[in-house]
């Protein structure tokens, strides 16, 4: 997968994100059960074909791999665990579209509901808490509603720009089924009108869908 020129384009346009969170049950690795198995076992991923189309390119997708990815997802830095029952999967193009979904398993649904709250308001806030650290740049979002999958999902998109620059656009999907929160953020350049809105919804369902 060709990540070069995606890791450039986040890294001008993107925050940083790395923080501690409470880690996941662990077991002694002489009890061998099947909960403590299922305890450490990653969920399930989107696949390329999940992600909304890609004009005039295709996805592809890295593996599924422990902890978070090395370029930070933009907005969650005070939110994401960084270690414990972390993981991630990061999906790119040849063009300036680019992908990553982080599923996080808590110790328990009221954690992991606290989680997925703590992210919904951390993605609610990007583009005032972007502005502050960003003078001279702009900045709008849109709540664009919550979905019905599991035990929720809510989607949000945040536009940032800085002068003489290229704008980006993401998207954020929320979503949680039981323990398990994941958080997919879809961007490009561009302004919250190139966002492909109603497909990015079909893929936080799918997302949440394929947890378990």
């Known amino acids: 997968m060709k990540l070069s020129k995606q890791t ?20 002694s690795a ?44 933009f907005c969650l830095d005070k939110v994401l665990p960084g270690k414990g029952a972390t993981w991630h999967r ?4 040849d063009l300036d ?16 509901a606290k989680l997925a709250a703590d992210a ?23 709540d664009y509603g919550k979905l019905k999958v599991e035990e929720g999902a809510h989607v949000y998109g945040v536009h940032t720009g800085v002068p003489d620059s290229e704008h980006g656009v993401h998207l954020f999907g929320i979503g949680r089924d039981g323990r398990t929160v994941t958080v997919v953020k879809w961007a490009q ?4 009108e190139h966002a492909p809105v109603a497909a990015f919804k079909k893929t936080t369902v799918t997302a949440v869908n394929k947890l378990h």
């Open 90 to 93: 990061q999906f790119g193009t």
């Open 189 to 192: 350049m561009g302004t919250l």
């Open 8 to 27: 450039l384009l986040t890294a001008a346009l993107t925050g940083a994100l790395v923080a501690p969170l409470a880690t996941g049950a662990s077991a």
């Open 97 to 112: 579209t680019w992908a990553v979904q982080v599923s996080v398993t808590a110790p328990s649904a009221s954690a992991a």
């Open 30 to 73: 002489s009890s061998g059960t099947a909960e403590a198995r299922a305890a450490v076992a990653a969920p399930g991923f989107l696949a390329p074909r999940d992600l909304p189309p890609a004009t005039g390119t295709v996805w592809s997708a890295g593996k599924v791999t422990k902890g978070l990815p090395d370029v930070r997802v």
């Open 120 to 142: 919904e308001k951390a993605a609610a806030n990007c583009a005032a808490d972007w502005l502050r650290r960003t003078p001279g740049g702009t900045a709008s979002w849109q």
